[in-house]
């Protein structure tokens, strides 16, 4: 069993820049891959950034890619989602996923077998 717990949602205006963290248990951790996803009100989970195992060929989806960074940090159990140049449309909970049976990357929700709770970012003026 997997427990994600996601931290760092808050409501900044657009340009800001926001740092989401996402601590996981479990001994494994350098072994999962690791993805973060949003979900708007009335929109379905959409793919925003995946990390593989071995940190390298970070994956984005065209919506942030050149703004949002993902990292990880194996020895913290955590992963980041660092977001710059914020924009209203980037407003959604996100939410941290664990991938524990699959090296490579994935882009679809069911690609993840653990979820956290997920963190609100608000992005308004």
């Known amino acids: 069993q997997v427990q994600l717990v996601e931290s760092g949602g808050r409501l900044v205006q657009p340009g800001d820049s926001l740092r989401l963290s996402c601590t996981a248990s479990?001994?494994?951790?350098?072994?999962?891959?690791l993805g973060w996803f949003r979900q708007a009100p009335g929109k379905e989970r959409e793919f925003v950034a995946a990390v593989s195992r071995g940190a390298g060929n970070p994956h984005y989806a065209d919506s942030v890619k050149g703004r949002f960074t993902i990292s990880r940090d194996n020895a913290k159990n955590t992963v980041y989602l660092q977001m710059s140049s914020l924009k209203p449309e980037d407003t959604a909970v996100y939410y941290c996923?664990?991938?524990?049976?699959?090296?490579?990357?994935?882009?679809?929700?069911?690609?993840?077998?653990?979820w956290g709770q997920g963190t609100q970012v608000t992005v308004s003026s």
């Open positions: 479990g001994r494994t951790f350098s072994t999962y891959t």
């Open positions: 996923a664990a991938d524990t049976r699959r090296p490579w990357v994935g882009d679809v929700p069911g690609a993840y077998d653990y």
